[in-house]
């Protein structure tokens, strides 16, 4: 695994973890294979399987290279926040449980919607257990993030505002499972009124050294929301510069994904 994980739990807001690059050339690797489609291989790769080749078409590659090779004075954010969550995937991935199915990645800075969802399945009962939603933020000013867009998004997701994209996206993962109509109506029914959810939240820190006692800073509030604090997670990405981190790293994903064949 090319990233370290550690607990750091934020106590009384949140638990959560705390991620440091172990190999930044094998999570560049990982990375690539993800932005040009290949998030199943990705997951394979996680679980022990053989790397094996990618084909990539020219155009596919044109188009990476013009999101991850800036041109002067573009603003980095978009293609930041992309790294970031495939990031956040890649993590969120290698933490799933075997009856766990996660929602795929965003291959695009400019997508829209759930940066990711994941639902956990009891097999023997037949019936879903919890769905968790994410939400990612790479930022320089991760508190502002957290307190501007992460509380209201939860709040949100909370709320049943956005129960149309949950259901949509949950259910479409369950199917993974083979539901019955009746399995998946009561799925919907369970979703809808018990609501069994989590909250995780990750974001880009500075710097390189963010303890315990800056996590209960950054997600103060956290318990201002209706839910359990054993259902509020807050994950951190410590870094000591974080743009030219990112600048860095989507130079080497380049240098991937320009090997793939064509």
Known sequence: MPINIVDQPAAPQCGGQQWSVADEKELSALVARVLVGRARQVAAILEGAED???VTLAATKARLKRELVLEPDTDPWHRDGLLFETICWIVARKN????EVLSDPHRRST???ADTVKVLFDNDERE???ATVYEQKCSDRPRDKFRG???PAFKQWLEGVRD???LQIAIALLDRFNLTDAERQRAFGRLILQRPLALRAALTVSPDSFPGSECIKLFKDFDSLSIEVTERF???FPLGDIRAWFAAFALMVWSEIETFDV
């Open 52 to 54: 094996g080749p990618v």
């Open 96 to 99: 799933a449980a075997p009856n």
């Open 111 to 113: 997508q829209q919607g």
């Open 128 to 130: 879903l257990v919890r």
């Open 149 to 151: 867009e992460v509380l």
């Open 164 to 166: 149309d994209e949950l």
């Open 234 to 236: 807050g994950d951190t």
